[in-house]
Each structure stands twice: as structure tokens, then as C-alpha cells.
């Protein structure tokens, strides 16, 4: 499987998860869901797929390459938000926890259909074969890293199913 179907997988895994309301309300639930965001999804597309996104459209389109600049920006917001988050709910404010929660996850679906509009065809009609290859071997070289227990716990892709794809 590619790196970017591979993403849109979690895409969906997050969008159901939201969807179906079983996603992360209590603090700690949240802060390991944010973990994951920011450990192994986002750190896939921030070290992996928009920088070579970038390099390959240089020269070629200067406004897609803003694009994903400017799309890649939203992993600090969500960032921000999450600390927020995270404080509010350690704190004795409920409502203002809930708001920023519902906040996050709304910023969080818009950004993720963004990439699947804007970015993500581009890389999977434009970008070679071989480079999207070892994209994906180092993509799975982050899940990994960030732990592939945690990966399948909160995706919900078994990790037999992830040795398959
Ligand atoms: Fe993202
Ligand atoms: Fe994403």
C-alpha cells in the first residue's frame, strides 16, 4: 500500500471515530489521540510526503507548493489547540474543555478532507513509482517508531492486517 492510501486510511479510522462519537472525550484518551496525530500521522506528512511533494513541484507549480505549505500549517494549530485542550481539561472548566475538544476535531476533519482534495491525487497521479516507494518504507519506519500497538489501537487496523498492506 502506498504512504498516502496508507494516510487516508487513518483519515477514515478518525473520521468514524468522530463520526460515531467514540473518539477521545476524556483528557487522557485525548492527549494519547493527539499523540498519535502528532507522533506518527502528522509526522508522516511533515517529514515524509510535503517535503517531497515540495521538491518535486519547485519549479514546476509554485502555487501547489504554497498550498501544501500553507496546509502543512495546520499541524501547528491543531498543535496549539491540543495543549489548550489538554490544559482546560485538567483544569475544573468542563464547558470551555468541551469547546475547545469540539474545536480540535472540527479543524482536524476539515484539514484532513483538504489533503484529500488538494494534495493527496497529485502525489498519488504525479510522483514516481520508486519515490513513492521509499516514501512508504519510511512511513512504516515512523508508524514503528511511534509503536504499531498504539497505531493498530487507534486506527483500529489490526497489526496483521498492517503486515499485509
Ligand atoms: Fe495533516
Ligand atoms: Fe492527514
Not at 494516510?7 to 478518525?14: A, C, G, K, R
Not at 489547540?81 to 464547558?95: D, Q
Not at 478532507?113 to 519510511?138: D, H, N, S, Y
Request: net charge negative; charged share 35%.
Amino acid at each position: 500500500m502506498d504512504v498516502v492510501e496508507l494516510l487516508m486510511v487513518d483519515h477514515l479510522s478518525i473520521r468514524l471515530l468522530v463520526r460515531c462519537g467514540l473518539c477521545a472525550r476524556e483528557v487522557n484518551e485525548f492527549s494519547a489521540f493527539h499523540d498519535f496525530i502528532v507522533g506518527c500521522h502528522a509526522r508522516i506528512e511533515d517529514e515524509v510526503v510535503f517535503p517531497i511533494l515540495k521538491e518535486h513541484f519547485r519549479d514546476a507549480d509554485d502555487e501547489f507548493v504554497k498550498l501544501v505549505e500553507w496546509i502543512g500549517n495546520d499541524h501547528k494549530l491543531l498543535d496549539t489547540l491540543a495543549n489548550n485542550v489538554i490544559g482546560y481539561g485538567s483544569s475544573e472548566e468542563r464547558e470551555i474543555y468541551e469547546d475547545r475538544l469540539n474545536l480540535y476535531f472540527k479543524l482536524l476533519m476539515e484539514h484532513n478532507l483538504r489533503e484529500e482534495k488538494q494534495i493527496f491525487p497529485r502525489w498519488l497521479k504525479e510522483l514516481p513509482g520508486e519515490v513513492r516507494v521509499k516514501a512508504t518504507e519510511q512511513a512504516r519506519k515512523i508508524i514503528m517508531e511511534f509503536g504499531l500497538r498504539k497505531y493498530t489501537e487507534i486506527t483500529g487496523l489490526s497489526e496483521e492486517a498492517f503486515k499485509l498492506i
